[in-house]
């Protein structure tokens, strides 16, 4: 997928409606199991774990209503379906973590991930809370602070993370981007080195198995394989500096 086909949402605020999960067929729900099978079967290390689905996403002038339902990740393998009633549409989450020289810290998946080789930044996809419980903006605000923690190792405030945008991409997946205060590249690469080190340590593989610093487009088409928001966010983030800058 490339950028020109992400849509960018600048959302001054973001509202959450849980609602209940479409009805399969029950042709579909057998195809969604048959897939996910033969999924697991060819990358044993799949979970599938709980999930937030977008169910659907209005703009009403900047703020977003995201309306969205407790899945699986089984859930996902309808989108292999020729025809579905419903294609479900994914919610993550991003730390935009720049450095101080102005570039942002993005990381290249392991073989150990869904994606291998897959370059992003810091991130992960969102969780639904227990049931009763809500989810929001300060959820997902807390979840990117914990997925920077566990894929570069550097511990973030939440309260420091501000939203900064909104993207819907391939398959309708929905991105919450949080910016967080800069910090020294020198210090990134040390906690995340740390953290390869630890990962080894108890025979595990770090899901980010190499970082690396983007302040343009140029810079993310460069590295190869990368997620689909990823330019439009670098280019966007770096034409803000340099007007806050000027």
Known sequence: MTDSAVEFFDARALHLLEVPVPQLSSEERAAMDRFWEESVARQPALFDGPAVACIAIEDAGGELLLSWARVTYRYRALRRLDT??????????????????????VGRNSGSTASPGRWALPGGSAEPPAEGGTLDLAALRRHAAQELLEEVGLTADPEDMTVWGVTRGEFGNIGVHFVAPPVPAGLVHKHHEGLVEAEAARGATAELDQLAVVRSEADVTGLGHYADFLPQVVTRYSAERALRTA
Do not use: K, N, R, Y
């Open 84 to 105: 579905c009633s419903w294609l479900p549409a994914s919610v993550f989450v991003t730390v935009l973590q720049p450095v101080e020289d102005g570039g942002l810290i």
